[in-house]
């Protein structure tokens, strides 16, 4: 698809902005969303950066419902980013009628994004928030904003320095919302994302000095795919090379280690241009390739 402005409503009655009506909420999460709402209202006109993970879909949802069409929701596609991602915007899109646009990023013309440093992120959102300001100026909107919460800055994320740099919006940390606030304002609000597994870009799958390439962001997320169909639900599949090195949900690992699931996990994979195929006995965990990392990490606002 080009990527277009566009406006889209579902065929069926879209679900209410008021779902997660205070009735809905504890006391101190609805308070938390009411101050959220009024944190976006005083914004002006907002941009938001939108994936289609959990926390941008709650951020963009929110800020339909504070602004209307003051609010714009756009999606950066470029290679990094999985179709699977995209069309769990589209419905997001659909089903609650959100203002919205789909933009092309080009990290991958970037030599220290391909580099893949440990300040990849870094490169990778600077590039997205170049992007969006070039496209605020043009749309007369006031700000961006984007979805970090305050779980995120107990970890290792270069990509914040960019939003920093930028002056980009970080209304989740301004009313001290988190991961799990989030899933369960998500709930409420009747979002498809609120219980869905933590996501990122294909890129972090690579291992920091390994050159970020079309082909092995293909192979990571057709291998991901792959294993999704085998009917895991939270994975990674990191890229070493010849060997791939499968995370799953610790909960699912049972399952993972059985004989014959182990062969139909190696014929999936090793089509794709995998020669060995191993499993990590630690299952996944956020930021499993940031643990050979020893750096002072920047402090997040």
């Not at 009628?97 to 933009?103: N, Q, S, T």
């Not at 010849?242 to 190696?266: H, N, Q, S, T, Y």
């Not at 195929?277 to 020893?294: A, T």
Request: proline share 6%; glycine share 6%; charged share 25%.
């Amino acid at each position: 698809m080009t990527p277009d402005a566009k406006r889209s409503f579902a065929s069926s009655p879209s679900p209410s902005p008021s779902a997660a009506s205070p009735a809905s909420l504890s006391p101190e999460l609805a308070a938390k969303q009411a101050a959220l709402f009024a944190r976006l209202e005083s914004a002006g006109r907002v941009m938001i950066a939108f994936s289609g993970g959990v926390d941008s879909s709650y951020l963009a949802w929110a800020a339909h419902r504070a602004l209307g069409a003051d609010g714009l929701s756009v999606t950066a596609v470029s290679p990094s980013y999985p179709e699977s991602h995209r069309a769990v915007a589209e419905k997001i899109v659909a089903d609650f009628g959100l203002f919205h646009r789909f933009v092309e990023t080009h990290e991958m013309d970037r030599a220290a994004y391909r580099a893949n440093a440990s300040d990849r992120c870094y490169h990778c959102k600077t590039e997205l928030f170049e992007t969006l300001g070039a496209l605020a100026r043009t749309l007369r909107f006031d700000q961006i904003a984007y979805g970090i919460n305050t779980d995120d800055t107990s970890d290792f994320r270069p990509g914040h320095r960019a939003a920093d740099e930028h002056d980009v919006l970080a209304p989740f940390l301004d009313v001290g919302l988190s991961k799990q606030e989030i899933r369960d304002l998500s709930r409420a609000a009747g979002l498809p994302t609120a219980d869905l597994p933590a996501s990122a870009c294909l890129s972090s799958r690579l291992p920091y000095g390994t050159e970020v390439t079309v082909e092995r962001l293909r192979q990571v997320e057709e291998g991901e795919a792959r294993l999704r169909d085998l009917g895991f639900r939270q994975v990674r599949l990191r890229h070493h090379g010849e060997l791939a090195r499968v995370e799953i949900d610790p909960g699912e690992l049972p399952r993972a280690l059985d004989p014959e699931m182990a062969k139909r996990m190696v014929a999936a994979l090793k089509p794709l241009g995998f020669r060995y195929v191993s499993l990590d006995l630690e299952g996944y965990r956020l930021g499993s390739l940031n643990e050979v990392l020893q750096i002072q990490r920047d402090p997040i606002r």
